[in-house]
């Protein structure tokens, strides 16, 4: 039995649904893959499908996007956290979002057409799969009220308190695209310049 997907299959349930029997774990457990992914190393590009949830074990990633040629972090994911191309994985239509290792990483893969099949016969399996959802649409709507609303200092202050990880382990550069800002503005927003 592989430890490491025990603990980050309990860690990812407890995050979303909490109330999960063991049964239920068992069965997510059950259909989950394996991968271990170097850094720098890229597990989904652009024009690609999703076809599966990442449930990241150890290490970090990142989700990100090209714009007028800049590289724009999406989101962060790092242990026992989940990381999705929605649109692309509930449609089964091409990204325009990639997944990359920001640090040698060891994930797990929740083929989406299994979890499907699961939801019909588990009403737990189906509960899980509605909290991803959820948390992904309330984590896309706090986000881009953040962008919306809060100056540089208050979007680094809300990351700094609800993703002190990121701010640990994330390059700068990937930190500041995220925050939407320069390079030079992190350094400022960190230095209390601004």
Request: hydrophobic content about 40%.
């Amino acid at each position: 039995m592989d430890a490491l997907l025990k603990e980050t299959v309990n860690a990812t349930v407890s995050s979303h649904y909490p109330g999960m029997t063991p049964e239920g774990r068992k069965l997510i457990e059950g259909i989950l893959i394996r991968k271990e992914a170097e850094k720098g190393e890229i597990l989904l590009k652009e024009g690609q499908i999703s076809h599966n949830i990442v449930i990241v074990g150890k290490g970090m990633l990142r989700q990100f996007y090209y714009k007028n040629g800049k590289d724009l972090t999406e989101h962060f994911s790092y242990e026992g956290c989940i990381i999705i191309c929605i649109e692309s994985t509930l449609k089964q239509e091409p990204t325009r979002l990639m997944i990359e290792a920001l640090e040698p990483s060891i994930v797990y893969l929740l083929p989406y057409n299994k979890l499907l099949m699961l939801t019909e016969m588990s009403w737990e399996v189906n509960m899980f799969y509605r909290k991803i959802l959820e948390k992904s649409l309330i984590t896309s709507q706090v986000k881009a009220d953040s962008w919306r609303f809060e100056t540089a200092r208050e979007r680094y202050n809300r990351l700094m308190a609800n993703q002190p990880e990121v701010v640990k382990r994330a390059p700068l550069l990937h930190i500041a695209s995220y925050l939407l800002m320069t390079p030079e503005t992190l350094s400022r927003v960190r230095s209390g310049a601004l």
